[in-house]
């Protein structure tokens, strides 16, 4: 026996880029996550050759659950091709081995960023989202260390509050993207920076959602058929984003989530925001197989 | 001293004893540092009545008060409150959650400094759905109803119901905060202090107020004040606190007009 | 739209990363060796932010990133990161660093004496035009002293403890390997004092600066008197695994104690230190920590305010993070505008509908 049987050969990096130990870190924490659904678990979180608030909370637990057989998907705004998407999809890609993929079907582990796929996603697949701002109560309280003891007391009065408060003001609730949502009944989340459209899509689904802020160094989960239900008043609906009638101008499809293009002019066109959806209807209407699963919304209905 | 003290105890006639106590306090101690705040201190407050529990600062008046909202938690001492629907234990073993959540259903406080008691920069219909928000409200025309509701009972202008109370004079704001506390038609409202401060005229019209709602809905007070006046207007009994002990207790009329412990005499004489 | 979400997007990152590249040149060794040899301070300030003790690396990634300091940061932080922890070094004792600079503003004379050391303070900051003109600047040689300073001084806080002006120093026991480590554990707060000493070892030197400079304005709640400045070199004492220790080493570091009032009896300390020479680092960094027992929350000068906001690389990160696409929330806010717009016009439609019904 000799000590170069006894040990690896040197490597400049280990597999997927993290050190055994912060992978072990990222693996417990996770685990802690999913035994309490939407508490936030503080981590490490490592610094990785991506500037922070680019989806490194993100990349850190895709990197810890890659291995050579998973098939990575990754999105931003919805876009595979996305310049940080595709950048982040190459770095996983090149230092575990792992497939890539634009198909939501085909993936194993997708990586997003502000959206979740229309296609629904099933029970062997993970959905990591890039959060860069874990706390959803951090317009009512920016003193984290505060923050953290409302969240154990599930002091939520203030949150509820401003819900109430923009009703008086504004005739509605204003709350964009990251629309607060209870996990499990307990803890209140923001579901990174996803669109309302996307929030109900949490909600009982079959795959587990990891949600990791590498910035803020927070990493939480929905687990599988767990409840996600947005801070909603019982005489005032849950207001989707207002996109079921509008039309796809590339792919013609209609009743999903839509960029807007301003027009020269004035006006706008729109485009679908799950661009490999829309990929796959163009590839429809060429005559093509179009491969397109199941999906959350039927004819601009959410109904999964 | 000992003795004059027992003799005013056994004094306090037991106009409303009838009924058992909405809220008991035994051997109440609490030391800060070197200070004895709280010595062995006793309390009971009975259904519809308002306590008024007066002394200089410093005599531990307020410590009880806080106490009495679990905003802070006694060296010893035994807390309960007749509550429907609810076990009977010292409120001090509840944990943080019950101890919340108890404060926020049963127990309504007015403080002297508007600060502590509002969210300054929500508006104030805001401020008292919050309370109800907190106990489960989710309804909300519920919740603007109930704001209403609440609002006009403590005499507050509805037209500026979503102003903010920065926005609002010292009067309007402690009757948003009176709004608040009394929303969820508390078991237990507590008092400190609460027109200290005010303009004279002003403080008459918040005490009418007071004393309209305590007497339409039979609300159990405690007050805690350093004015005799005020005390005099609102308690139907008087406990006397000095460096932590109570050194006499009475019916509020009694107390007043023939005080037995050197010191209420004093008081009770300055005043007069 | 021609940035993001287009088919060739993986092909225009490319390209514009060669063209970041492609303006700096070839980087050979000889470019790192003179960036190492020429920039010594800002090769310690990188190693500091970085904290990774390597003039060679830290000369790399300035010479890899053109001197764009956050860059340069992030490169060696994300490197150092995966490396294996080898050995925990035996903690090193002020009276026992090889001091170069040492001086106090507390007193005139301090035992052990005051040392000047290298430093540009009562120099006269003219820019050398000449050099340009072609007149190379060669500096004057120093003249030797006649008896050669120590090599290791006394520290002025013990002393100080000597009379009973400052604390006794409790030691804490805890093995090398429990000590608290930043890089491997989250920040949690209140911060235990390794974790803040580390954070702020790490810390952004503009924003400790920007951030104790506040304290000393007025914001914080103690004036610091410098009462031992040192930049010293210190033996980076290891244990072998058959016992031995040994010096693996000298790293350059730089640690500040400020003083303000009384507390309790005593003279109140604020501590830092860091890799490298950083003057204006550790007294700004020390002067954080002077402050922080009666910051109030919220404040600047409170830790969970000035810890979390000078973290270079996370700071830098977000800030630069804004230029990536934000369609998708941004829709999702037009949505609620237009919403409650439609919703305003339809009550004024209705409220004027219903005056013109009134006769």
């Known amino acids: ?304 | 001293m000992s003795l004059e003290t027992s003799s005013a105890l056994q004094r306090a006639a037991p106009r409303l004893m009838a009924d058992a106590p909405v809220l008991t306090m035994a051997g109440m101690s609490r030391a800060y540092g070197a200070v004895q705040a709280l010595r062995a201190v006793d309390v009971s407050v009975y259904p519809g009545e308002v306590l008024g529990i007066v002394g200089e600062s410093g005599s531990g008046k307020s410590t009880l008060l806080r106490m009495m909202n679990l905003e802070d938690t006694p060296d010893n001492g035994d807390y309960r409150l007749r509550l429907p629907a609810r076990a009977d234990r010292n409120l001090f073993e509840l944990d943080r959650y019950e101890r919340r959540m108890l404060r926020a259903r049963h127990i309504g406080i007015v403080y002297q400094n508007p600060h502590l008691g509002l969210l300054m920069h929500h508006s104030s219909s805001g401020n008292v759905a919050e309370r109800l928000l907190v106990a489960g409200e989710r309804s909300f025309e519920v919740l603007r109803s109930k704001a209403r509701v609440a609002l006009d009972a403590s005499e507050f202008p509805l037209a500026r119901m979503d102003a903010r109370p920065i926005e609002l004079s010292g009067g309007m704001q402690q009757r948003v905060q009176l709004a608040k506390a009394i929303a969820l038609e508390p078991s237990l409202l507590l008092l400190d202090e609460p027109t200290t401060g005010l303009d004279v005229s002003v403080q008459a019209l918040v005490l009418d107020t007071l004393k309209r709602l305590q007497r339409e809905r039979r609300i159990t007070m405690v007050l805690v004040s350093h004015d005799l006046g005020v005390i005099r207007t609102m308690a139907d009994r008087v406990m006397v606190m000095r460096h932590g002990a109570v050194v006499e207790q009475g019916l509020a009329d009694q107390v007043f007009q023939d005080p037995q412990h050197p010191y209420t005499q004093q008081l009770v004489h300055a005043k007069l | ?359």
């Open chain 1, 1 to 304: 026996m000799s000590l170069a049987t006894l040990t690896k050969p040197w490597a400049a990096t280990s597999y997927g880029f993290l050190d055994a130990s912060a992978k072990r870190e990222l693996r417990r924490k996770m685990l802690k996550a999913v035994a309490v659904p939407g508490c936030q678990m503080p981590y490490a979180s490592r610094e990785v050759p991506m500037a922070r608030g680019w989806g490194t909370g993100g990349l850190q637990v895709t990197l810890t659950l890659a291995n050579p057989g998973s098939v990575i998907k990754v999105i931003d705004q919805g876009a595979d091709d996305g310049v940080n998407a595709a950048s982040i999809r190459r770095f996983v890609s090149s230092v575990s081995g792992a497939a890539q993929t634009w198909d939501t079907l085909d993936a194993s582990i997708i990586q997003s960023r502000h959206r979740i796929p229309e296609e629904i996603l099933r029970e062997n697949q993970v959905l990591v989202l890039q959060v860069p701002d874990p706390e959803p109560l951090r317009d009512v309280e920016s003193n984290i260390s505060i923050a953290r003891q409302m969240h154990a007391d599930a002091d939520y009065g203030k949150l509820w509050l401003t819900l109430y408060e923009q009703i008086v003001r504004k005739g509605r609730i204003m709350q964009g993207a990251s629309y607060p949502a209870l996990v499990n009944g307990r803890h209140v989340i923001t579901p990174s920076p996803i669109p309302r459209w996307d929030v109900p899509k949490l909600h009982m689904s079959k795959h587990l959602t990891i949600l990791s802020a590498g910035r803020e160094k927070r990493i939480f989960a929905v687990p599988p058929f767990t409840r996600v239900e947005p801070l909603v008043f019982s005489d005032r609906p849950y207001l989707v984003e207002d996109h079921a009638g509008l039309t796809c101008q590339r792919s013609g499809l209609s009743g999903f989530f839509m960029n807007e293009l301003p027009m020269d002019g004035g006006g706008s066109r729109f485009e679908v925001s799950d661009s490999n959806l829309g990929i796959k209807a163009i590839r429809r209407t060429e005559g093509e197989p179009d491969g397109i699963g199941d999906t959350w919304y039927r004819n601009g209905e959410y109904s999964a």
């Open chain 3, 1 to 359: 739209m021609a940035y993001v979400a287009t088919r060739g997007g993986e092909k225009a990152i490319e390209q514009a990363e060669r063209l970041f590249r492609q303006d700096l040149g070839t980087i050979d060794p000889d470019r790192v060796e003179t960036i190492r040899r020429t920039m010594p301070y800002l090769i310690d300030r990188v190693m500091g932010e970085a904290s990774l003790y390597s003039e060679e690396l830290a000369a790399l990634a300035l010479a890899q990133t053109g001197g764009e300091l956050s860059e340069a940061v992030l490169v060696l932080r994300a490197w150092r990161t995966t490396q294996p922890r080898i050995a925990i070094a035996r903690p090193v004792q002020q009276s026992e660093l090889l001091t170069q600079r040492r001086i106090s503003a507390a007193f005139k004379d301090i035992p052990g004496g005051q040392i000047l050391g290298p430093t540009l303070d009562y120099a006269h900051r003219v820019l050398a035009t000449d050099v340009l003109e072609g007149r190379p600047y060669t500096p004057p040689m120093v003249d030797m002293a006649d008896r050669p300073a120590p090599q290791r001084q006394p520290v002025l806080a013990d002393w100080q403890r000597q009379q009973g002006l400052v604390k006794p120093a409790v030691p804490s026991e805890i093995a090398p390997e429990d000590i608290p480590d930043l890089t491997r554990e989250p920040l949690l707060l209140p911060a235990s004092r390794a974790h803040r000493l580390q954070s702020l070892a790490r810390a952004e030197t503009g924003g400790v600066l920007a951030l104790g400079y506040s304290a000393m304005r007025g914001y914080g709640n103690a004036h610091p008197t410098v009462n031992e400045l040192r930049l010293a070199e210190a033996e980076v004492v290891v244990r072998h695994p058959r016992g031995a220790q040994f010096s693996a080493g000298r790293v350059r570091v730089s640690q500040a104690e400020v003083t303000s009032k009384e507390k309790g009896g005593y003279l109140e300390l604020g501590y830092a230190a860091t890799f490298g020479w950083n003057e204006v680092k550790v007294i700004a960094a020390a002067t954080l920590d002077l402050n922080s027992a009666e910051a109030p929350v919220g404040s600047a000068v409170h830790e969970e305010f000035y810890l979390y906001h000078t973290e270079s690389v996370e700071a830098s990160g977000f800030c630069i993070h804004f230029k990536l696409p934000h369609y998708v929330t941004f829709q999702s806010v037009l949505d609620a505008m237009r919403g409650a717009k439609a919703r305003q016009a339809s009550a004024r439609a209705a409220e004027e509908n219903q005056e013109e019904s009134v006769p």
